[in-house]
């Protein structure tokens, strides 16, 4: 399995600029036609079972539904292929150097699943989640206008004001202006902060994507799971996946329990010290002008 190169400063540059970078196509064909018929063998093998949410102790593959109707299952342990993908991608030097730019080194693991949704799928509202947070998008087939998909809005990572759910009642349809569907072929692989204001649209087609997320560092992870010691295939995980992979899952490998939360606050988000910097330049210059104005005024009378 062979990735096609990433076009590193084009996803910095759209991070940056508009919290997220969309559309990488990463795999070669092949790879990309395996991708879906294996995702699809997951979802068309299984019964789901109905969940209130996804908040679980233990690791499994089941695949759950929630109330909004998105069919959700974990990504990892479920086929061989997607495993030896996923671990590739991870391990992939080019990748490992975009997310250190984006989120740092020491980051952690937070989610990993795939998820489904069809014309019975229900919006999810547009907001935003952990501000330390960045996530990363693989459709496992192809998406167009009228698939339900993740929508963000650009430029909204700059706000100072985190939305969280407070407008996640209001159908997300209506911010249809001003937001960008993840749209694309099987493979297309996006990245964006959790902080950009984005929900799923409603569609009438069945989307399908990998979702994973990252932690970065002096932030608390809640990927609270045991993990169990064979993949559904029957595989070992510690034959599967390398010691980096663990760490990143902040699972000590040999009890398959998380190890102690962080709890350091010492946070290294560097966008919002940016605009911590810019913000205060401004403030110095509105402050010197208008002091030049009152010392002007003292002195002509
Ligand atoms: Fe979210």
Redesign the pocket.
Known sequence: MKFKKFDNHKILEDMYEKGFSSNHNFLEYKDSIKLNEEVNSIFEKKIYTVKESYQNDFWDFKLEKNTLGKIQTKLIGQSAFIDKLISNLLNNEQFANILDNLIGKNRKLSTLNIRRANSHTNY?GI???HVGML?ISILTNNHNRNSPT?CLIPKSHRSKLLIEDKVENIRTELFAPFYEPLTGKTGSLSFFY?KTW??MKKGNEVGTAIIFSFIAEGYEIYNDKKMPQKTFYGKNFIDVFNDSFFNLLDLNKNIFKNKITRTNKNQIDTLPKKLLIINFYFYCIIFLSKTKKIIKNIINN
């Open positions: 999810d907001h935003t989640d996530s993740t959790n984005h929900g």
